[in-house]
């Protein structure tokens, strides 16, 4: 009976340990991407599915927005910060459209 006490015991701890493991929130690693839309006057970029890309505030960002009102071609990293999606400008060229 003493043995599986111990092991059951065991058991539980483990599963307790699992479980606080499991419940960590997961840190995201931002996702490299490429993305066609416009740019408003928002520091923001509208692609073509309408998902809304905040500009990061990077030199790259700020060439970027440059080009309000037009579309560009734009990689970068994406990071989604409290719903947002923050789009760090790796690089990007207007479209002609």
């Known amino acids: 009976m003493k043995k599986f006490s ?20 997961v840190i995201a690693e931002p996702i490299t991407v490429t993305i066609v839309g416009e740019v408003n006057d928002q520091y923001q970029i509208v692609a073509k599915d309408s998902t809304i890309y905040e500009i990061a505030d990077t030199e790259k ?10 579309v560009v071609e734009v990689t ?5 910060k409290d719903g947002v999606k923050v789009l760090d400008v790796k690089s990007f060229k207007a479209k002609d459209e």
């Open 61 to 70: 960002g700020d060439e970027v927005l440059q080009f309000i009102g037009s």
């Open 76 to 80: 970068g990293q994406v990071e989604e």
């Open 6 to 25: 111990f092991w059951f015991s065991i058991v539980i701890v483990m599963l307790l340990a699992f479980s606080v493991f499991l419940s960590r929130p």
